[in-house]
């Protein structure tokens, strides 16, 4: 059906009710909840899913059910919201290499409240203001080429949820069972957080191989919406890493080569400093785990050149679209409607207002205070870099998701690309040195908060578009959810960040980076920029990884995912194996008994709504714990709950470690028998 002869679920004609307050606020609460949970999610596992959907979902029923609202309403909730979880992503992403560049570059000061908060409400401005004039090329003039799934997927919610359709129960249910679960394992600790097996150093066949997995409800949850063919290649990586690599370097490397490693590296303050990654005794010169250090030393950078290459890899593989796609959108800026009366369904926020919302934007980036750089002139610079990559890697993000969605959109590439960009500008002007680090991060942060939210921006006017909502209003919405959800997650960010006294006490003063909030994107941009500009890089192990990306796109495998895995924990990739081969069971049961889904109803099943459930559930508790944690009375507290120490005396070390995978497997076993479960019927309409 062409555009022209499209007709949307609520007609142009009709007046309902559509910007109110109560959709504002709902919406804006929806987008505080998923950004927290998506900051926490990416910080651990360097990993994201769509969160319109089980939004979506939760709006048909909260506000049909109790606040009355019309399907335009649900559309404008689901939009507020989809924005904190987009612009979390592009925060977590690159944000945190702050922490990560020279010492001497200031990174580290500008790792506050006030700077992430103002790049994360930029961000976001920037992504929504650059999808207004692409609404009509890409959205309308396209849609019977670009599908937009997700945004298909939550116009059919919207639509059945009108006509009576029913599908929040099981994503409700998904919420409560991972809340429940996530306070029996971080509150009670009656289920193990990270049950592993370990090798000793001395073993002769296997040193230091490492066998691990955080058996938590987000990560099973992530696997099942993911599938099989990703979450399999993805613990492919880890398990190079961990139980190749790391038992090699082992062998061959010697303890106070490794500390040295680890001391250059800032992760150990010297050979006679106790603790740091692997828990290192300066009086006998051992670690007591030294996988976990080898990790750290070496294995880590060698993840990070496989991701820069796998990043890059993906960008390059999109060229001819990215090319035809900033073609097309810019020759439809010149293409002027029809004068007369514009229906509702088209009035969009005048271009005027992006012209002069991006000016202001780079006027406020030279003013303001807490943004890097030692002048207005050149703070002004990176705002003209900000906006002209803006415009390019906006376009190019909202066609991508266009054809293959918001999970899979490349955002790392493009920030890669951006980096580079942006370090080769900086050397050719003679800016070089660590000192413009936080500068090119700055560039690179924002371009990827932009894409991330123009990509959520595009799947969020799709479904407007589909169910007949007024443009303006959606992205007056966006612009509204963009700054709330910001103010909480600069927020989370800094809570999560904030250091245990364990972590004090080791001279560790910054939660992010260690391996339970790992931040592997934002490492790897300030690997990038380090390399780059400040020379102190050990290109041997990033051109490791490089090669193993080169060698795997040889063997006809897409890099990224395989990459990603090396350079995380094989605890995280591990239960996030397990979750997609639940769904791989789960589809090829319906294989077997003959059933065949669309995308949609696959989006839709019953399966993927409880893992998404597991998702937000296990997130947001994950995000509550820690706040709590921050206050040592309140932590105190929660020791003396611990049923850790009673349990592991009454079953020993490795019963209690068993008697967490039991839980775990129960919670897999739920999971699948729900995915059996008959779809959720879909209303065509």
Request: glycine share 12%; hydrophobic share 50%.
């Amino acid at each position: 059906m062409s555009a022209s002869k499209f007709k949307p679920f609520v007609p142009p004609e009709v007046q309902m009710k559509e910007l109110t307050i109560k959709s504002i606020l709902l919406g804006a609460l929806m987008g505080v909840i998923f950004g927290a949970a998506t900051v926490y999610l990416a910080l651990k596992a360097g990993l994201t899913v769509s969160a319109s959907i089980p939004i979506a979902v939760i709006a048909i029923t909260l506000g049909r059910k109790f606040f009355k609202t019309t399907i335009l309403e649900n559309n404008i909730i689901q939009t507020t919201g989809s924005a904190g979880e987009s612009i979390a992503a592009g925060v977590v992403f690159t944000l945190p290499g702050f922490l990560f560049l020279s010492a001497g570059s200031g990174g580290e000061d500008y790792f506050t409240y006030i700077t992430i908060l103002t790049l994360a409400i930029f961000g976001g401005l920037l992504g929504t203001l650059m999808m207004i004039p692409l609404r009509r090329s890409l959205i309308v003039k396209e849609h019977d080429t670009l599908p937009y799934p997700e945004g298909t997927a939550c116009a059919s919610v919207l639509k059945a949820g009108e006509k009576g359709g029913d599908f929040a129960k099981t994503a409700f249910l998904g919420l409560g069972f991972a809340f429940l679960y996530a306070m029996f394992q971080k509150i009670f600790h009656i289920i193990v957080e990270t049950p592993q097996y370990l090798t000793r150093n001395v073993n002769k066949f296997w040193p230091s191989a490492k066998i691990s997995a955080d058996i938590t409800p987000e990560y099973m949850g992530v696997g099942y919406i993911i599938g099989p063919r990703i979450a399999g290649v993805l613990v492919a990586g880890g398990v190079l890493a961990w139980l190749c690599l790391i038992p090699l370097l082992a062998t061959v490397v010697p303890a106070d080569m490794i500390a040295a490693k680890l001391i250059k590296l800032k992760m150990l303050a010297s050979m006679d400093t106790p603790g740091g990654p692997g828990g290192w005794n300066p009086a006998t010169h051992t670690f007591s785990d030294y996988s976990s250090a080898i990790y750290q030393a070496f294995v880590k950078q060698i993840g990070a050149g496989a991701v820069a290459a796998g990043g890059f890899i993906t960008l390059l593989r999109t060229i001819p679209v990215i090319i035809s796609s900033f073609r097309e959108s810019i020759g439809s800026l010149k293409d002027k409607e029809g004068k007369g009366e514009v229906p509702r369904t088209e009035k969009d926020i005048s271009f005027k207002f992006v012209i002069i919302g991006s000016l202001v934007l780079v006027l406020l980036m030279g003013l303001l205070p807490q943004l890097p750089g030692d002048s207005v002139w050149q703070k002004l610079l990176i705002g003209l870099l900000v906006v002209v990559f803006g415009a390019f890697f906006v376009t190019v993000s909202s066609r991508i998701v266009g054809l293959i969605g918001s999970s899979n959109n490349p955002i790392s590439g493009m920030t890669i690309a951006t980096i580079m960009g942006t370090c080769l500008i900086f050397i050719a002007i003679g800016w070089t040195g660590k000192t413009y680090q936080p500068l090119a991060l700055v560039v690179g942060g924002m371009i990827c908060i932009a894409a991330a939210n123009a990509g959520a921006t595009s799947q969020d006017l799709k479904s407007g578009y589909l169910v007949g909502s007024t443009p303006r209003n959606q992205q007056i919405a966006l612009f509204i959810g963009a700054i709330v959800s910001s103010l909480v997650i600069g927020w989370t960010v800094h809570i999560l960040d904030t250091p245990t006294k364990a972590m004090l006490d080791q001279g560790i003063h910054h939660a992010i980076g260690t391996e339970k909030l790992s931040a592997p994107q934002g490492t790897l941009m300030a690997t990038l920029i380090n390399g780059i500009l400040g020379g102190d890089l050990d290109w041997q192990f990033i051109l490791a990884g490089v090669f193993i990306a080169v060698t795997l796109e040889l063997c006809g495998v897409k890099s990224l995912s395989f990459a990603v895995g090396a350079y995380l924990p094989l605890a995280t990739t591990l239960p996030i194996f397990i979750g997609g081969a639940i769904r791989g069971l789960v589809e090829w049961k319906q294989k077997r008994s003959g059933i065949t889904l669309t995308p949609e109803e696959e989006e839709l099943g019953k399966g993927n709504l409880f893992a998404t459930g597991l998702v937000a559930g296990g997130a947001v508790a994950g995000v509550i714990v820690a706040v709590l944690s921050v206050n040592e009375d309140v932590a105190a507290g929660l020791a003396r709950v611990s049923a850790s120490t009673g349990l592991t005396n009454a079953l020993g070390a490795g019963g209690y470690q068993l008697l967490g995978v039991a839980f775990f497997a129960a919670m897999g076993f739920i999971l699948y028998r729900i995915g059996r479960q008959k779809q959720s019927a879909i209303d065509k309409i």
